[in-house]
């Protein structure tokens, strides 16, 4: 069920943007963390001061772990 369900989630890939909701800070000093609407986690580098805001994020990599995908990136620009 788990193979199947991350076979169906949207394909990324490294240079592609997103517009995000920024909601929470991360693990890491300055991070902040979105959530896709599969619910993946995306950890954004130096997003902490975008907390509650929406952003435009480019994708700088990805990791797949055997709990799920984590995505990696960094603000392009503050949305509107």
């Given at each position: 069920?788990?193979?199947l369900a991350n076979a169906l989630?949207?394909?990324?890939?490294?240079g592609e943007?997103?517009?995000?909701?920024?909601?929470k800070e991360g693990k890491e000093p300055n991070q902040?963390?979105?959530y896709l609407t599969d619910g993946t986690m995306l950890v954004i580098e130096d997003g902490?001061?975008?907390i509650g805001k929406r952003v435009e994020v480019v994708i700088t990599s990805l990791l797949q772990t055997s709990a799920g995908r984590l995505i990696f990136g960094?603000?392009?620009r503050e949305a509107n």
């Open positions: 069920v788990n193979d989630k949207p394909v990324l890939i490294p943007t997103l517009e995000v909701d920024v909601i902040g963390v979105a902490e001061k975008y960094r603000v392009k």
